[in-house]
């Protein structure tokens, strides 16, 4: 056996072995060892000293659950024949033949229990072309499927968006992931694996991919293959996506901004979660990732804002729309189950309900007058299905068993041999029933009983004090077991009825198992229609949630413009108020008006006066907007936003474990090289996590830059006052502080925005506000007044800079200055993408360069 064992983990690799043996899948030596710790059950050994530790078949996967969450990927080896079909095929010690059927992956999951039903599950697929990266990201759990090609410095973007559960890469990739052999991400190969699975002949038709993207796919593919093991995965057709469809949001400032994770990782505290009103989990998952990619193009935003608004007034269609959304079965993992052949009679249960209440949906909306555009593009994706609803309604019975072994589901009447098999199994059952009470009689012991186990079958039981009687060789009764207290026995005509019950049960199973088929065969022949009709219903659970949400908040529509301005009147930020209304104070709205005029706003202002809520507020509603949702303000009026930045001082994110003023100025560098006059960036704080001089001058060429430069959209919290000099000589920046004000000795923040820059710092204030003793702050204020003499007198910490020449005197300078070719070419070079024939055109190349210069 272990010689069979061994074979097997060979095959699974780096994979857990869960070899299957009776009602247990075992786990031995180093497996068992690392399965035992981390699902907290006992590791015990075999007679030879093997370390082993087993999860009951019917707890697999619940154990499972626990192996992948940990980030451990399993194969699962079943036996594939009875030990009855082992004996005839190898005499009486043969091993029962068992094989991987099976990888199960946290990136190729479709179980129910194990997926979170709100959240996509992504398994991503990278594939290394120089420079170039492609993504393939699968989620087979609803057959979602992208293709990216995206350049290296994006990629970190592209994956924060998705959150993958599982990455694979090709093996030697510089990128971080699951190595699979390196064959499977070639471009030929992808592009080959892609038409076969498709059943095409060219991939024009699905959209343009490039050799990345094609790699990419060919590894994703590949990896889908082994890891089913020979049987179906979900996928449909693959969208391709490009970068300028979408606002483009790095992976820091997802993580700053909490989209749809805070930064422990949490939903709850998220935009998401304050934003999210929808009843179904394909609703949730679609809101998810539409505030991950907000959109970039004014006709789809405003299709989308369409829809919402028209559910936002029509209160009644809302209610309806809602409560039929609400009890709807999750019909797109459903069909992922059904297609991955690992469906249920109760998920073609789920398509019934689904598709029926689709349609009922369809006809309530239908009747409504004057439906937006959105509305009338989705309504016939409801529709469609009547005869396939129909016939599983007739074939089930109304709630499926997810188990199909034991039968039962199919319906009375559907069948009329099936029918009559059930009243073969009927009969015999009765005829068992009568029989025990013709024994009784016969015997004279009226405790006599017949049972069922799946020992014996059918069988008499009697007490040991009554069982004399039976054992008598004339009793007509045949003894089969002695047990403590209980003596059981056969009987001839009990046998025969006993045979009819079970030929009658065998053969109703084998109908309703082809029944199973034939119906699951009938829903995988529409699978098209019904993702269509799936994806349809997603959307509009996130338009009525969104509507639900505005309705609920007073939130407005927002109004695109064609130019970079943003004009937010009484904005307010739709976490901190919920934190805030839950301590039952009031959230004071605030206004933003970004202009040509007046692009960048120096925010001042004590701490904890409300700058980093004012900068978040801002920035997520222009991640509302463009995902197509009200957003919480009196009025909003925006020009498309292509790319939005926030980065906080590394001092405020202590609690992400990175407050290296390194990262932060790596995040800084980012925002100064790719924002563009259409961007939106928030900084706050910058500058802050080193020296006090150190980081005044950086902030302070931080700003120039913004201004002159990139000449973006932004918004520049500050505790640096001496900044507030940069008002007088770049024009379209403007002063702003956050108000506080002291009363009878106390310090009040009134978290509003106001014009010009705060009048003084409140340090000390907020310091007693916070209970600092009193003998450090009556020194601490003694020592301010020395500092704030020692400034007056020399001008402080600023003194000179008005005389520094301006920045954009400086930056023509640098631009001035020629770069040397020869370091840039080299630069380009990525040498560990490099074949040897590459590297040698490289060489020869910049001998040329050298030359010229
Ligand atoms: N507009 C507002 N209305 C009501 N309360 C607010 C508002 N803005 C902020 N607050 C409250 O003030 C707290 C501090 O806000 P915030 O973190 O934005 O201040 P800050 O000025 O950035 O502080 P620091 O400079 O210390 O980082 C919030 O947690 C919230 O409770």
Known sequence: ????????????????????????????????????????????????????????????????????????????????????????????????????????????????????????????????????????????????????????????????????????????????GVEQPRGDFAAAAG??????????????????????????AGGLLAYLERTAQGAATFLQPPLPRTAEDHMAIDAATRDSLELTRTQTGERKGSLLDAVDRTVTGAGARLLAADLAAPLNAADRIEARLALVGWLAA????????????????????????????????????????????????????????????????????????????????????????????????????????????????????????????????????????????????????????????????????????????????????????????????????????????????????????????????????????????????????PTLLPFPCFEIEGGRHPVVEAAVARAGERFVANDCLLTEESRLWLVTGPNMGGKSTFLRQNALIAVLAQAGSFVPAATARLGLVDRLFSRVGASDNLARGRSTFMVEMIETAAILAQATPRSFVILDEVGRGTSTYDGLAIAWAVVEAVHETNRCRCLFATHYHELTRLAGRLDALSLHHVRATEWKGDLVLLHEVAQGAADRSYGLAVARLAGLPRPVLARAKEVLARLEKGRDRTGGLAAGLDELPLFAALAERETAARPDPLRAALAEIDADALSPRDALDALYRLKTLAAEG
């Not at 035992?36 to 154990?63: E, S």
């Not at 069922?452 to 004399?468: I, K, Q, S």
């Not at 004339?474 to 006993?498: C, I, K, M, W, Y």
């Open 1 to 176: 056996m272990m010689a069979q064992y061994h074979a097997l983990k060979a095959q699974a690799s780096d994979c857990l072995l869960f070899y299957r043996m009776g009602d247990f899948f075992e786990l031995f030596h180093e497996d068992a060892t690392i399965a035992a710790q981390c699902l907290d059950i006992a590791l015990t050994a075999r007679g030879d000293g093997i370390p082993m530790c087993g999860v009951p078949i019917h707890a697999a996967d619940a154990y499972l659950a626990r192996l992948i969450r940990a980030g451990h990927r399993v194969a699962v080896a079943e036996q594939v024949e009875t030990p009855e079909q082992a004996k005839k095929r190898g005499g009486s010690k043969a091993l029962v033949e068992r094989r991987i059927i099976r990888l199960v992956t946290a990136g190729t999951l479709t179980e129910e229990a194990l997926l979170d039903s709100r959240a996509a599950n992504w398994l991503v697929a990278l594939a290394e072309q120089g420079q170039q990266i492609g993504l393939a990201a699968a989620d087979i759990s609803t057959g979602r499927f992208e293709l990216a090609s995206v350049a290296r410095a994006a990629l970190d973007a592209e994956l924060a968006r998705l959150g993958p559960s599982e990455i694979v890469v090709a093996e030697g990739a510089t990128l971080a």
């Open 191 to 216: 592009e080959r694996r892609l038409k076969a699975r498709f059943g095409v002949a060219s991939l024009d038709g699905f959209g343009q991919f490039d050799a990345a993207a094609l790699a990419a």
């Open 314 to 557: 029509e209160g009644g269609a809302r209610e309806g729309l809602r409560g039929a959304l609400r009890a709807l079965p999750d019909i797109g993992r459903a069909l992922g189950r059904l297609v991955a052949g690992r469906g249920s009679p109760r998920d073609l249960g789920q398509l019934r309900d689904g598709l029926g209440a689709a349609r009922l949906v369809h006809d309530r909306l239908a009747a409504l007058a004057d439906p937006p555009p959105l509305l009338a593009t989705l309504l016939p994706a409801l529709r469609g299905h009547g005869a396939l609803v129909e016939e599983l309604r007739r074939a089930l019975v109304p709630t499926p068993p997810i188990e199909a072994a034991q039968g039962g589901f199919i319906a009375d009447g559907f069948d009329p041999a099936l029918d009559d098999l059930r009243a073969l199994s009927q009969d015999g059952r009765r005829a068992i029933a009568a029989l025990e009470a013709r024994y009784r009689e016969q015997t004279g012991i009226a405790a006599l009983k017949i049972r069922h186990n799946g020992v014996l079958g059918y069988h008499v039981e009697v007490a040991a004090r009554h069982a004399d009687a039976l054992m008598a060789a004339d009793s007509g009764f045949t003894h089969r077991q002695t047990l403590a207290g209980v003596v059981r026995f056969n009987a001839p005509d009990l046998h025969e009825a006993a045979l009819k019950v079970a030929q009658a049960g065998a053969h109703a199973l084998v109908a309703e198992q082809a029944h199973l088929e034939a119906l699951t065969q009938a829903a995988l022949d529409r699978r098209d229609a019904i993702c269509a009709t799936a994806d349809a219903l997603a959307r509009l659970d996130v338009a009525a949630g969104l509507a639900e949400r505005a309705v609920e908040g007073g939130w407005c529509r």
